[in-house]
């Protein structure tokens, strides 16, 4: 298999753990196991202690598969299958798509969406998300345009990282609509799902209600617990999961014990543990908002639609990677310019999951006084 490096992961595998503030992370703020024991309650604890480190069932432990099938509508055990999060993404496009295929993908996207696929020998299409005066948008018919005779798969990502972008309910069901009137398949990532601000702007997952999707969700944005490499699948095509099933015999066989045994007692209080990382958000939302407001003789402040990511827009000549290689430098802050994503125009992408965010803030806004 030849494929092209991962940018993003690259950039990140470079500084993420030699500089002392990352203002871009698109995860949440993490947390001790002994804090997630103390939130799930004591019976846990002997749970945890009486763990025996055996390989696990191929496609989760029951009562993992039964919690997570708890967190959809329609979806049982049997349409689900634990796996690393981004190991899903590989084993749901080497399932799906042969050389040959068309894939349409949003644009920009999580660069995995796309070149797994084209290492497969597979052509991509973009479909743009536009910024549109001060917010994003997606054009309908355009989509509709780009679906080829040989397009396979529709590739989706909402809440939207970079951009922060969420459609509407009534949107995101035209897209599984017109997906349906071509007889494509959809492969939505719903990494970020549970972060929208409000209940009502929660979409439906895609698996729930096209019987060709295949969701991507875990514990690794929402829930802030990144270090358990917990994610899923949903699909209700039986055929599709056994291919995928099948295709994990060559990855890692089974999930981790110790991971499979925090990731049930995440999933107790999910919702605890989702309303946590709201309200970080929300709060450096407000920070962020502020500290724009501030600079918006230098940037384009979007706020994120849901998530914890937001893409603003760099007003000047200099490209995002000069200056934030400059604040590198100077102030061992790292923010990730949009180039990594190969992202149109000169924005740069900030993490609004973090209890760190407001000094980040501080920090820039001290190189850019300095400047
Ligand atoms: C949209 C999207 N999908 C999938 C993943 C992969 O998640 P993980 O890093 O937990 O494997 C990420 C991680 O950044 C992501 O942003």
């Known amino acids: 298999m030849k494929i ?7 950039y990140f595998a470079k500084y993420e753990f030699s500089v002392k503030h990352v203002m871009s992370a698109s995860d949440c703020e993490t947390m001790t196991v002994a804090e997630l024991m103390a ?20 496609k989760g432990h029951p009562d ?13 055990p049997e349409n689900l299958i634990t796996v690393v999060p981004e190991e899903g993404i590989f084993l749901a496009m080497n399932a799906l798509l042969e050389p040959g295929d068309n ?6 996207l999580y660069q995995s969406l796309l070149e797994i696929p084209r290492s497969i020998g597979c052509s991509i299409s973009d479909w743009p998300i536009v910024l549109d005066g001060d917010s994003w948008r997606l054009d ?7 679906i080829r005779p040989d397009t396979k798969l529709l590739a989706i990502n909402f809440p939207h990282n970079p951009t922060g972008f969420h459609p509407t309910e009534r949107e995101f069901r035209k897209i599984l609509e017109i997906a349906a009137k071509n007889g494509i398949w959809v492969f939505s990532d719903e990494m970020y799902r549970g972060l929208e601000p409000s209940p009502g702007t929660r979409l439906p997952s895609a698996a729930e209600v096209y019987p060709k999707a295949i ?28 291919e995928i ?29 989702i309303g946590r990382c709201q309200d970080i958000v929300e709060k450096n939302t407000a920070v962020a908002s502020e500290f724009f407001e501030r600079h918006q003789d230098l940037f384009g402040w979007i706020p994120p639609m849901a998530g914890s990511i937001a893409f603003p827009e760099l007003r000047e000549n200099t490209p995002a990677d000069e200056l934030f290689t400059d604040v590198l430098d100077r102030k061992n802050l790292m923010i990730l310019p949009g180039s990594v994503f190969g992202a149109q125009g000169n924005h740069f992408r900030i993490g609004l999951g973090r209890e760190d965010f407001p000094e980040c803030c501080r920090i820039l806004e001290e190189y850019l006084d300095e400047r």
């Open 4 to 10: 092209r490096p991962f940018d993003l992961e690259r």
């Open 245 to 273: 099933s099948g295709l994990r015999d060559y990855t890692t066989i089974c999930g981790s014990a110790p991971s499979e045994a925090l990731s049930i007692l995440a999933l107790k209080c999910g919702d605890k543990l």
């Open 140 to 146: 309908m018919d355009l989509l509709e345009s780009l």
């Open 64 to 76: 993992l598969l039964k919690a997570i099938s708890k967190t959809y509508q329609g979806i049982s």
């Open 215 to 242: 969701s991507l969700s875990g514990l690794s944005k929402s829930y802030g617990l990144p270090g358990l490499r917990m994610g899923w699948l949903a699909c209700t095509d039986s055929d599709m999961m056994k």
């Open 39 to 58: 939130m799930a309650g004591d019976e846990e604890m002997e749970t945890w202690s009486d763990l025996r480190l055996h390989y696990t069932e191929p």
């Open 103 to 108: 894939v349409v993908a949003l644009s920009p």
